[in-house]
């Protein structure tokens, strides 16, 4: 029978935004629901959730973040690297020990490495690797696989990785890679949604609406028939609500599709401005067939820019889109508010499944995905959403679904269909799923007594010498 968690320390690493890795948060606030104290290290680059702030057993420490240096971007690169590395170090010194340490990957360089160390020379304590993708082939998303740089992350990351005590995984396609070309077992921990990410009700809705048209432009819904004006309290672009206080939707209010992104390589979001150009063209034929559509898409990131200037120089006359920045609290409401969820989230390594298309999935909104390996894992095409390869794809599916938007008897008839599937998705949330299969395996590893003596100083040389020749070999193979 396993130890409990109860009154065990634990550190959670994550070497990245800490508010934009919600996996990580989530495993964070299960840990302290079982009484358990945690360490939670990472950078705050953006708030991370409000119930992990105010936790009396959470504790967040802050990395600082590497300053802009105008060097080679191979120089910035290693110095980054340093830099990582020693913070992160210094903070887990920092801490009391903990009984495990639970790390992100990616990015292995220089977390695993870091962490591995740190538990068998400093505190002899275990390290659990929760694996999200893999660092080399998001390295090799802008290089080649055959580079040096990438060859050597995947040496590191597969040592490292096999050194771990126990390791998470988010798919079965990934745990059978790891246990195959790794010897890695992996237990798979499905990312599922937190109770938060749930369907709402059309005063929610009218309320965020009214809220968010304050600052997103494409929301302002000023413009109303001056026939509903004197029984109209007040109205968003998508609701109204009269004076009695009976809110219904607009019948001529546009669609709205929502997408989040990091706004990073391993998201192609050119295939979907190419499926709006397309989109716009059919609707400004058929304006009576096709609604005005407004695209959402969230999130922060290095492309944005880039995308947003893309975006600047288009001349949709049916077609618009926002890019605003949602606090934590309203983006699962845009979620439940929206009519269809676009994801363009191509996994680098084809074994990782999008978080934002499980937070879709929790609040009952169908999702079109761009097709990799393992998406069938998540999205069944027909059944739960729709899954496109190409640009004329994607904008097909919208013409589908948005055609004589929204008193279309067979898409109404088509999307209860689609609700049903969704509502069995949701039965099981991620604190459920968690104590189901996350807390047996950390109480089966707290049975062995992490104390370090004198006795495991030939295993540290025997562990040097591993690394030297592993690395070697791995470099060679």
């Keep these: 029978m396993g130890k409990s968690l109860k009154a065990c320390r634990a550190c959670v690493v994550v070497l990245g935004d800490i508010g934009r890795s919600p996996r990580m948060q989530y495993h964070v606030k299960s840990l302290s629901e079982t009484c358990c104290f945690v360490d939670l290290i990472g950078y705050l680059e953006s708030k991370p959730q409000e119930d992990l702030m105010s936790k009396s057993n959470v504790r967040i420490h802050a990395l600082s973040l590497f300053p802009e240096l105008n060097l080679p971007n191979s120089l910035k690169y290693i110095f980054k690297t340093i830099w990582q590395a020693l913070t992160l170090l210094i903070a887990l010194i920092s801490i009391k020990k903990p009984n495990f340490i639970l790390c992100q990957n990616p990015p292995a360089i220089p977390s695993l490495a870091v962490c591995q160390l740190y538990c068998i020379f400093v505190r002899s304590t275990k390290i659990i690797i929760d694996w999200h993708n893999y660092t080399h082939t998001i390295l090799a998303i802008n290089s080649t696989q055959n580079t040096s740089f990438v060859k050597f992350a995947k040496m590191i990351e597969r040592y490292f990785g096999k050194k771990a005590s126990a390791s998470l995984c988010v ?86 599709l929502i997408s989040s992104t990091s706004w990073t390589p391993d998201e192609d979001f050119s295939i979907l401005l190419s499926a709006l150009d397309l989109y716009d063209k059919k609707a400004s034929e058929d304006p009576t067939l096709f609604p005005c559509l407004i695209c959402v898409i969230t999130g922060k990131g290095p492309l944005k820019e880039y995308y947003r200037l893309l975006i600047k120089d288009k001349a949709w006359k049916k077609v618009s889109i926002a890019t605003p920045w949602l606090e934590n609290d309203d983006y699962p409401k845009l979620l439940a508010a929206a009519d269809l969820g676009v994801c363009l989230h191509y996994s680098s390594s084809g074994f990782d499944l999008p978080m934002k298309v499980v937070d879709m999935f929790g609040c009952g909104l169908p999702v079109c995905a761009i097709k990799f390996n393992c998406l069938y894992e998540l999205v069944q095409h027909g059944r739960n959403g729709w899954v496109f390869e190409t640009s004329a794809e994607l904008s097909g599916q919208l013409e589908h679904w948005f055609y004589k938007f929204p008193n279309n008897t067979s898409i109404i008839d088509e999307k209860q269909r689609i609700n049903k599937q969704l509502e069995q998705f949701q039965q099981l949330r991620w604190s459920e799923n968690w104590e189901n299969i996350v807390k047996p395996c950390l109480e089966q590893l707290l049975i062995v007594n992490n104390d370090f003596s004198l006795k495991y100083i030939p295993c540290v040389i025997l562990f040097g010498i591993d690394y030297t020749l592993s690395l070697w070999s791995i470099y060679n193979s």
Excluded: C
């Excluded at 004006?229 to 219904?248: C, H, M, P, R, W």
């Design 171 to 256: 798919t079965r396609a990934m745990q059978q890679d790891l246990q195959e070309n790794w010897n890695i077992t992996a237990t798979v921990l499905y990312d599922r949604p937190p109770t938060h990410f749930r369907p709402s009700s059309i005063s929610e809705d009218h309320k965020l609406f009214l809220r968010l048209s304050r600052n997103i432009q494409e929301f302002d819904g000023n413009s109303l028939n001056s026939t509903d004006e004197n029984i109209i309290e007040n109205a968003s672009l998508f609701t109204v609500q009269y004076v009695d206080g009976t809110i219904k939707y607009r019948h001529d209010r546009p669609g709205l």
